[in-house]
């Protein structure tokens, strides 16, 4: 059955690398979410897109963090450069623009050392 | 931006025992979704409510929507140890129907 995949799972890092997350949404699916979820904060959404266009990216630290959607098949969330408060899981999920369910990958748990 | 709250923060039930989340907003809600994850998971969508006094129900959970659209509550009958993991309500945002702020959640632990 169709669902939202997410690479790598776990992605461990040192301070200051560049980290590069990967989602593909549900085919068919025209918004495309990133979610980080720490014990924390929750879980906050840090940018969506509609039919491939960023709409919001004000949950998103602008300066290190950046979030693409080259094609319908792939978004991307690029952290540059890492920092250890940037350790997180996150979540990218899909869905319809009207408010409908949304689908969840399995995450990204990233740690920054 | 829209602030939810959800009590308990936490819950620890007997297998059998009944619970029950609330989910409250400082702002009228146009419609809130309810989502589980269970541990090391991600979340999963449950239901999604609309209208003012909405009830719905999901076999042994019924989820209400406040008649102002200011609160919401998800209540489990006789608990399961499957029903353990963290509810999370997430109301959309009126200007932005697809944009969801989710909850501090209520994290479930049953046991037998």
């Known amino acids: 059955d169709a669902r939202v995949t997410q690479t790598p799972r776990h992605k461990v890092t040192e301070m200051g690398q560049e980290v590069t997350m990967r989602c593909q949404p549900i085919?068919?699916?025209?918004?495309v979410f990133w979610y980080r979820q720490t014990m924390m904060q929750g879980l906050e959404l840090l940018a969506y897109f509609r039919n491939r266009a960023p709409l919001d990216d004000s949950g998103m630290p602008k300066d290190r963090f950046s979030a693409e959607m080259p094609d319908a098949t792939l978004a991307t969330l690029k952290i540059q450069p890492s920092e250890p408060r940037d350790s997180a899981v996150y979540f990218c999920?899909?869905?319809?623009?009207?408010?409908?369910?949304?689908?969840f990958g399995p995450g990204t748990r990233l740690t920054v050392l | 931006g829209q602030q939810v709250m959800q009590i308990p923060q936490y819950q620890h039930v007997q297998e059998g025992e009944d619970f029950t989340t609330y989910c409250n907003s400082s702002t009228t809600l146009s419609n809130i979704q309810w989502y589980k994850q269970r541990p090391g998971g991600h979340p999963v969508f449950l239901i999604q409510l609309v209208k003012s006094g909405e009830v719905k129900k999901q076999k042994r959970l019924t989820f209400q929507f406040g008649e102002a659209k200011k609160n919401s509550s998800l209540h489990i009958t006789a608990t399961q140890t499957t029903d353990v993991g963290t509810y999370f309500c997430?109301?959309?945002?009126?200007?932005?129907?697809?944009?969801?702020?989710f909850g501090t959640g209520t994290r479930l632990q049953v046991t037998l």
């Open positions: 997430a109301p959309s945002d009126t200007g932005t129907a697809s944009k969801l702020t």
């Open positions: 085919l068919g699916h025209n918004t």
């Open positions: 999920a899909s869905g319809f623009w009207s408010p409908s369910e949304q689908f």
